[in-house]
């Protein structure tokens, strides 16, 4: 037992490496994160519209999203999509990949978050004047918000975690793909990825607590 | 699309790999509660101050990749410890671990919503702390924790996909194989899509019908 030489000094050579992918690894899963708040927008004012074929539109989506493995659904992108002759970059096809499952775990944090905002507030601002767009974007949408930070910070982590499914689709250039390609070329598989898993701890422990401290700014009443 | 190079041997390959999903996701759900349950109710009796190292470990499970720890346990017990180990016996370990971890979050939730007083009357009545513990904990905590629990069971078997890493060939695996093979992606992809869809979906649903009749309002 443990007859094992580690070799941290060759590993610890690539970090500066591994801190680039770190950087993709953070890219894809601010702009997944963005791409998802917006759709998951859309589809809960698609649920809001009170029109059938829209609403269906948003469970089907929410419920492919929570119902599958987020794997799955990147391979879908890629391979699946590929079928149809459209031929997208890993990047791209792990960047709508997460953003598919982001938005349809969103839109049902803000049917939650929803529920807990009174409908007389809607009623209210319908008489004042407001249209129900202006209903929507000046007093529903601020709280609802709000009400699913906690949740949206979750998935920002969540995001982050699944950028290492990249390495289905070969995605070369974020924090796993180059960890497994360092490793396929030095077989310090035990040193290379202890390191990935630090930087990727210390990357979801920033954000949790930045959104913390954000939060305790943002919303102290 | 329904002229298809797919055989009756292939599909007994993907149930095969169906199968393995399902398998591994039980055993790892299995112990991962029992675990769950365990570190939960220990971070629960001794306070948060002294559970510190032990929230700690548990949350360094919900921070890194599950891919990662797939691929760290493998390489420290296989090449570091130079153990002679299966692949799904490292899937179904580390997945348990991974399983704990968020079930001891669920279990302490779950303790905690009982109101203090009322677990206090139990012991002024006479009950002793196990007693206290099945008798009025248990039924109590199971309303809020189960509906979570589902979740997390589900989670588990999606996050089980990616268990290929280490040599298991379970569903999601089984039908990449079949793709290099076939070269049909939309299809098989369908197949095994709908196999997941099939069974979260109505689990998932029963977890929200439960959540909703037993919430406290």
Known sequence: MFNYNFRWNQALSSLPQMLEGALVTIEIAVLSMAIGITVAILLTLFRLSGSRPLSAIATTWVEIARNTPALFQIYMVHFGLGGFGIHLSPYLSLLIGIAFNNAGYLTENFRGALKAIPETQTRAARSLGMSPIQAFQNVILPQMLRISFLPMTNQMVWAILMTSLGAVVAMNTDLYGVTSELNARTFRTFELFAIAAVIFYVITKAITLSARLLAARLFRY | ????????????????????????????????????????????????????????????????????????????????????????????????????????????????????????????????????????VLPLATRVALPSWIGLALGVMKDSALVYIVQVVELLKSTQILITRLQEPLFLLMICGLFYFLISFPIARFGGYLEKRWSND
Do not use: H
């Open chain 2, 1 to 136: 699309m329904f002229d298809t190079a797919l055989t009756a041997n292939d599909l007994v390959f993907l149930a095969k790999g169906a199968g393995m999903t399902l398998l591994v996701t039980a055993i790892s759900v299995f112990f991962g509660t029992i675990l769950g349950i365990l570190f939960g109710v220990i971070r629960y009796q001794i306070g948060p101050w002294w559970a510190t190292p032990m929230t700690l470990v548990l949350d360094v499970f919900r921070s890194i990749p599950l891919l990662i720890q797939l691929v760290l346990a493998n390489a420290f017990i296989t090449t570091v410890l130079g153990l002679r180990i299966s692949g799904f016996a490292v899937a179904c370990g580390v997945l348990s671990l991974y399983t704990a971890a968020y079930c001891a979050e669920i279990v302490r939730g779950g303790i905690e919503s009982v109101p203090q007083t009322l677990r206090r009357a139990a012991r002024s009545l006479g009950m002793t702390w196990g007693q206290d513990m099945t008798y009025v």
